[in-house]
């Protein structure tokens, strides 16, 4: 029986990725259906006041390394630092979220715990000896369940799948600090500038996303500057149209999407991809703009609560994914449909 | 320099996937390198012309399964190798990285694997560091642009990404590279490089050729479904001008709890 769960608390310089805290949500909940406890594991330098976050998202116990090594992510160190607490703590399973660094780190503990790893998950069944989790594979076109016969079992979970716990302020725990042996020396690497993102709301993340496809760019009323060739003036247009799209994705708060289509053809930067090939997404609503919905386009946002789909043309497939369509220009729907969403959310 | 590429087959990304009798089919869909990995050999083709070098393509599966290899050979690498074993049917990521490690020990002398940041069939991502773990070498993931290479020093400069942004890592090598799209459009085989592709011979390691034994995997798969399709009933919103359109649409989202 599952009695021992450890959480790895994921951050950027002290910045938590939020989805950390519905793996230790998950960690709670499991421990207490199997009378047992939920350890979070914060790994960092200046992370200290993240302790008391830790036991108001529910844990029992904190083991942490503040040390200035760790300031930067070097996947390395933080390695040997989550083996030593796994040997310290001796969990039955660990849980990671699925962010970039989440990912790499769960990857590299198991090698040197010598266990597997269920990635991405996005359901967990924990009444059994040992958990069965279920993944999409295929970018989500099939659904996979898994089982681990090692010891510990390492899940990641997959942003925004399992629900983020409400803080309970009264909560509080023991910490347990990790002793810090390692010398900068005998690092193979070093981290000599970060460049921050410029600002927006990320994908992964988002509750709501609103995506542009290659309709962006079929706006017949716009006139581009004589000096653009073909393709300026197609890239020129479509600019045009993820300004509506930003626009939209700014009233509510949401990010902004792209379809591979319009990515390939350079109207927006590959961050913004959705799809096979992209990032996989499930917000509660999904606003799609002039794209048609390609399998692989549908593979990364089909599993989404409430798809809208704008497009011209009737027979476009994405309208057989939407839970509301509507046929139209998006060019000319999408600035009333902004204007009109301000107005209810102001008022 | 001497640049391991590793690249897989899969089925095309517009396939339709479907679960027969337990077993995952995709039809007569066209079987395809990983996309992933098309970033990681155009990465390598050009570091090697950079820098000098060769770059061998790696391919674990099974024997006929040569799309990945022809296709990464077909783009300008120069050798390739397989690695192929009845006993690996079923391995999971751990598994699969030991022999690919081992594949790359025996090589030898490489001084970078570059891999594709994931493959678009299970999609986890973990090879590139579980190979970088077993050889002891960094791991430096979704890696965008080389800034710089020192062979001399063996050392390089990347920039890899994070949800927050970019790092710029400086780091020893041997070292293992996953590689983003952001790199840069791959090349498109030439019609002289396929015709090369089509007649190479390339060697296929056996577990015994590598001198391991079979690794055990602890990740097992009971049950593999396609997802039950919640029926959708799509609502067409009606209107006789885009702003009643509009407006008719934010009225059903209110409904809908969605704001």
Same mark, same amino acid.
């Not at chain 1, 023991?174 to 460049?195: G, I, M, R």
């Not at chain 1, 000096?227 to 990010?255: H, P, R, S, T, Y």
């Not at chain 2, 062979?151 to 994070?162: C, D, G, K």
């Given at each position: 029986m599952t009695k021992k769960i450890l959480a790895y608390i994921d951050h950027f310089h002290g910045k938590v990725q939020s989805s950390s805290w519905e793996g230790l949500g998950l960690a709670a909940k499991i421990a207490t259906d199997n009378g047992g406890e939920a350890a979070a594991l914060i790994l960092g330098e200046g992370v200290n006041n993240l302790t008391q976050q830790a036991f108001h998202y529910g844990a029992d116990q904190v083991y942490l390394a503040d040390h200035s090594i760790l300031k930067d992510f070097r996947p390395e160190p933080l390695t040997e630092l989550i083996a030593a607490a796994v040997r310290e703590y001796q969990p039955d399973v660990i849980i990671f979220p699925t962010t970039t660094r989440g990912r790499t780190l769960a990857g590299m503990a198991a090698v040197d715990l010598d266990t597997g790893v269920m990635v991405d998950i996005i359901d967990l069944d924990w009444g059994g000896d040992k958990l069965t989790a279920t993944r999409p594979i295929y970018a989500g076109k099939l659904y996979a369940k898994l089982n681990c016969s090692s010891s510990p079992e390492i899940i990641?979970?997959?942003?925004?799948?399992?629900?983020?716990?409400?803080?309970? !302020?009264?909560? +509080?725990?023991? &910490? $347990?600090?990790?002793?810090?042996?390692? /010398?900068?020396?005998? @690092? *193979?690497?070093?981290?000599?500038?970060?460049?921050?993102?410029?600002?927006?709301?990320?994908? !992964?993340?988002? +509750?709501?996303? &609103? $995506?542009?496809?290659?309709?962006?760019? /079929?706006?017949?009323? @716009? *006139?581009?500057?004589?000096?653009?060739?073909?393709?300026?003036?197609?890239?020129?247009?479509?600019?045009?149209?993820?300004?509506?799209?930003?626009?939209?994705?700014?009233?509510?708060?949401?990010?902004?999407? *792209?379809?591979?289509?319009?990515?390939?053809?350079?109207?927006?930067?590959?961050?913004?991809?959705?799809?096979q090939t992209g990032k996989v997404v499930s917000p509660d609503l999904y606003i799609a703009c002039g794209i048609s919905g390609a399998i692989q386009h549908l593979a990364g946002m089909r599993s989404s609560k409430v798809i809208v789909a704008i497009n011209k043309d009737p027979d476009a497939p994405i309208f057989g994914f939407a839970r509301f369509g509507l046929v139209g220009d998006m060019h000319k729907i999408l600035p009333p449909l902004t204007d009109g969403l301000k107005a209810y959310l102001e008022g | 320099m001497k640049i391991v590429v590793c690249v897989k087959q899969v089925p095309d990304t517009a396939a339709t996937m479907v679960v027969e009798n337990g077993i995952i089919s995709w039809g007569d869909a066209p079987l395809i390198i990983n996309p992933w990995d098309e970033f990681a050999v155009e990465a390598a083709l050009n570091l090697a012309a950079d820098h000098g070098g060769e770059v061998t393509a790696l391919c674990l599966g099974k024997e006929e399964e040569t799309e990945a290899i022809k296709h990464a050979l077909a783009m300008g690498a120069d050798a390739a190798v397989m690695v192929s074993d009845p006993a690996l049917k079923g391995s999971d990521n751990v598994a699969a990285s030991k022999v690919i490690s081992a594949a790359i020990t025996k090589i030898g002398e490489v001084d970078l694997v570059l891999f594709g940041q994931q493959s678009v069939d299970t999609d986890t991502g973990l090879l590139p560091v579980q190979v970088a773990r077993l050889l002891?070498?960094?791991?430096?993931?979704?890696?965008?642009?080389?800034?710089?290479?020192?062979?001399?020093?063996?050392?390089?400069?990347?920039?890899?990404?994070?949800?927050?942004?970019?790092?710029?890592?400086?780091?020893?090598?041997?070292?293992?590279?996953?590689?983003?799209?952001?790199y840069g459009e791959p090349r498109f085989p030439s019609f002289m490089g396929i015709r090369k592709a089509s007649k190479a011979e390339y060697p296929v390691w056996s577990l015994a050729d590598l001198g391991i034994d079979p690794p055990s995997s602890a990740i097992t798969w009971p049950e593999v479904k396609e997802p039950i399709e919640n029926e959708i009933i799509t609502e067409l919103i009606d209107g006789d001008s885009p702003e009643e359109k509009a407006k008719n649409l934010i009225e059903k989202l209110i409904a809908e709890k969605v704001l």
């Open positions: 990641t979970l997959r942003t925004r799948a399992f629900e983020k716990p409400e803080p309970d !302020t009264g909560r +509080s725990g023991t &910490v $347990t600090n990790l002793e810090v042996k390692l /010398n900068p020396a005998d @690092l *193979a690497t070093k981290v000599l500038d970060h460049q921050e993102k410029a600002s927006g709301v990320s994908l !992964t993340d988002a +509750s709501v996303i &609103v $995506t542009g496809g290659r309709g962006t760019a /079929n706006n017949p009323a @716009l *006139a581009p500057p004589d000096d653009l060739d073909e393709e300026g003036a197609e890239v020129w247009k479509a600019e045009k149209g993820f300004e509506l799209i930003q626009n939209l994705a700014d009233v509510l708060g949401a990010a902004v999407g *792209a379809s591979r289509a319009a990515v390939d053809a350079g109207y927006i930067e590959y961050d913004h991809q959705v799809g | 002891k070498w960094p791991s430096l993931t979704l890696v965008s642009k080389f800034e710089s290479i020192t062979p001399a020093e063996n050392s390089l400069q990347v920039i890899r990404s994070m949800e927050e942004g970019n790092q710029v890592v400086e780091s020893q090598m041997p070292a293992v590279v996953s590689v983003t799209k952001d």
